[in-house]
């Protein structure tokens, strides 16, 4: 893929960058291996000012930097603008309990006959960050935030279709006052990855994106022993049972399945209702689906904005066109927009058989799948029937069901009567095929940190 913001609104090129050379890229190593002696002797409390001065940039910036992120990939400006707060948020999180979060680990130092004994978490030196457009901004924040403040550097290869992004959060950091090569975009392209991944300068690696491309890294980081931190999508269930709020569960769906115009790994996708209340929820959440205003991503009344690319769109109707030839009922929605850019309108399709490729299939797009079930048990068989494992949301009133749901789904993340979402304090990560490892919270400072024993005589 070409390294170009095109605008998904219209089609329209706005700029086309090239990749930097295999000279550039060797100078960006060496900065980054420099930066690293420097950045691992400075304290949490310079470390802290520097983040929080960050955030206070990405404050300043927040209209600007919202502007750029619709123009790149066409997210609302309203979700734009949340997002930029969001990050600007993640790094006053970190700036303030980094230290507290990385503080040395007493242990029972008589045990060991020691006059101390305790772990203490140092930095692991270059980490190299791969990162997807759909949240351009919070997906690099939420690794480089802790990465940085634990005293690491980062590398970004950010996606091909948001390089304007990319070049913002290259130079954020440094503005903020880290050492020169402390946090530095790389334009370049995939094929070329693996020569980062296997140098000898790069301590670690993290990717957010498909599954294939986690399992070709993860394989690669292996292979030179170098830890590595994979975030690959879901397909998230969202169950609604007799005792829920119904109202609140088919709001709360609608923005599940549609936040960031269909396109976030978190969203609830696969929407698995209780029979005795299937048909009130239908009615609901199609209403509230249908209701919603596609249109100009700028405009502060639209709801949904374009898919990011072409091929975004394209396989949102080749999932809809299986379904449909396989007996699939549309309830609305379900053909592409007229007129340029990259549009699809809210969509929800019932009586999916095993057969059909949106039964187990993440999409990525205003597309929802819904299924009904007899009871709590089908719920659960179903909503971990995939391959994925990244969230799910259960909305009951009921304690018992409460207890199952959290116990028995297959998930990274079960959130009870609300919807997946990612926050600086809770960590966030999958199972199965979603990945491992987390991000944010402690576990996430710490995934790029050597654990390192300490024992001291008498």
Same mark, same amino acid.
């Given at each position: 893929?070409?390294?170009?913001?095109? *605008?998904?609104?219209?089609?329209?090129?706005?700029?086309?960058?090239?990749?930097?050379?295999?000279?550039?890229?060797?100078?960006?190593?060496?900065?980054?291996?420099?930066?690293?002696?420097?950045?691992?002797?400075?304290?949490?409390?310079?470390?802290?000012?520097?983040?929080?001065?960050?955030?206070?940039?990405?404050?300043?910036?927040?209209?600007?930097?919202?502007?750029?992120?619709?123009? =790149?990939?066409?997210?609302?400006?309203?979700?734009?603008?949340?997002?930029?707060?969001?990050?600007?948020?993640?790094?006053?999180?970190?700036?303030?309990?980094?230290?507290?979060?990385?503080? /040395?680990?007493?242990?029972?130092?008589?045990?060991?006959?020691?006059?101390?004994?305790?772990?203490?978490?140092?930095?692991?030196?270059?980490?190299? +960050?791969?990162?997807?457009?759909?949240?351009?901004?919070?997906?690099?924040?939420?690794?480089?935030?802790?990465?940085?403040?634990?005293?690491?550097?980062?590398?970004?290869?950010?996606?091909?279709?948001?390089?304007?992004?990319?070049?913002?959060?290259?130079?954020?950091? =440094?503005?903020?006052?880290?050492?020169?090569?402390?946090?530095?975009?790389?334009?370049?392209?995939?094929?070329?990855?693996?020569?980062?991944?296997?140098?000898?300068?790069?301590? +670690?690696?993290?990717?957010?994106?498909?599954?294939?491309?986690?399992?070709?890294?993860?394989?690669?980081?292996?292979?030179?022993?170098?830890?590595?931190?994979? =975030?690959?999508?879901?397909?998230?269930?969202?169950?609604?049972?007799?005792?829920?709020?119904?109202?609140?569960?088919?709001?709360?769906?609608?923005?599940?399945?549609?936040?960031?115009?269909?396109?976030?790994?978190?969203?609830?996708?696969?929407?698995?209702?209780?029979?005795?209340?299937?048909? &009130?929820?239908?009615?609901?959440?199609? &209403?509230?689906?249908?209701?919603?205003?596609?249109?100009?991503?700028?405009?502060?009344?639209?709801?949904?904005?374009?898919?990011?690319?072409?091929?975004?769109?394209?396989?949102? &109707?080749?999932?809809?066109?299986?379904?449909?030839?396989?007996?699939?009922?549309?309830?609305?929605?379900?053909?592409?927009?007229?007129?340029?850019?990259?549009?699809?309108?809210?969509?929800?399709?019932?009586?999916?058989?095993? /057969?059909?490729?949106?039964?187990?299939?993440?999409?990525?797009?205003?597309?929802?799948?819904?299924?009904?079930?007899?009871?709590? /048990?089908?719920?659960?068989?179903? +909503? *971990?029937?995939?391959?994925?494992?990244?969230?799910?949301?259960?909305?009951? *009133?009921? /304690?018992?069901?409460?207890?199952?749901?959290?116990?028995?789904? &297959? +998930?990274?993340?079960?959130?009870?009567?609300?919807?997946?979402?990612?926050?600086?304090?809770?960590?966030?990560?999958?199972?199965?095929?979603?990945?491992?490892g987390r991000e944010l919270s402690a576990q996430g400072i710490r995934a790029f940190c050597n654990l390192k024993t300490v024992w001291v005589g008498a």
């Amino acid at each position: 893929m070409a390294i170009t913001t095109t *605008n998904p609104a219209t089609g329209e090129t706005v700029k086309v960058f090239d990749e930097i050379s295999d000279e550039e890229l060797e100078r960006c190593l060496a900065r980054a291996e420099t930066a690293f002696r420097r950045q691992r002797k400075t304290t949490f409390e310079q470390r802290s000012a520097w983040m929080s001065q960050a955030a206070a940039l990405l404050d300043d910036d927040q209209a600007s930097l919202a502007a750029l992120m619709t123009l =790149e990939m066409g997210k609302t400006l309203r979700s734009a603008r949340a997002e930029v707060a969001k990050c600007a948020r993640g790094c006053r999180y970190y700036a303030e309990h980094a230290e507290a979060l990385l503080a /040395d680990e007493p242990a029972d130092h008589a045990a060991v006959g020691a006059s101390a004994a305790y772990a203490r978490y140092q930095p692991l030196g270059v980490v190299l +960050a791969i990162m997807p457009w759909n949240f351009p901004l919070w997906q690099v924040v939420r690794f480089a935030a802790p990465a940085l403040m634990a005293g690491n550097v980062g590398l970004l290869k950010h996606a091909s279709n948001v390089p304007q992004t990319a070049l913002y959060l290259s130079g954020l950091f =440094e503005r903020a006052g880290f050492p020169e090569g402390a946090f530095h975009a790389l334009l370049i392209g995939s094929s070329r990855v693996e020569r980062v991944v296997r140098d000898r300068r790069v301590a +670690a690696v993290t990717l957010t994106g498909s599954g294939p491309a986690g399992a070709a890294v993860a394989a690669v980081a292996g292979e030179t022993i170098k830890p590595s931190v994979l =975030e690959l999508g879901g397909s998230d269930a969202f169950i609604v049972m007799p005792s829920a709020d119904l109202e609140a569960a088919a709001a709360v769906a609608t923005t599940a399945r549609c936040q960031n115009n269909g396109q976030s790994c978190i969203a609830g996708k696969r929407f698995i209702v209780h029979e005795a209340i299937a048909d &009130e929820f239908e009615r609901r959440f199609v &209403e509230n689906m249908t209701a919603l205003v596609v249109g100009d991503p700028m405009q502060e009344t639209t709801d949904i904005g374009p898919l990011a690319t072409s091929a975004g769109r394209d396989d949102i &109707e080749e999932l809809v066109a299986d379904a449909v030839a396989k007996g699939a009922k549309v309830l609305c929605g379900g053909e592409r927009l007229p007129g340029p850019g990259w549009y699809y309108p809210p969509t929800v399709i019932t009586g999916l058989t095993a /057969d059909i490729r949106l039964y187990s299939e993440e999409s990525f797009g205003p597309l929802a799948a819904l299924f009904r079930v007899e009871n709590i /048990d089908e719920a659960i068989e179903l +909503a *971990n029937a995939t391959d994925f494992g990244l969230g799910a949301s259960a909305w009951t *009133n009921d /304690d018992d069901e409460r207890r199952r749901f959290v116990s028995d789904l &297959e +998930a990274g993340a079960v959130f009870v009567n609300g919807m997946v979402t990612s926050y600086p304090e809770l960590p966030f990560g999958g199972v199965k095929t979603s990945g491992y490892g987390r991000e944010l919270s402690a576990q996430g400072i710490r995934a790029f940190c050597n654990l390192k024993t300490v024992w001291v005589g008498a």
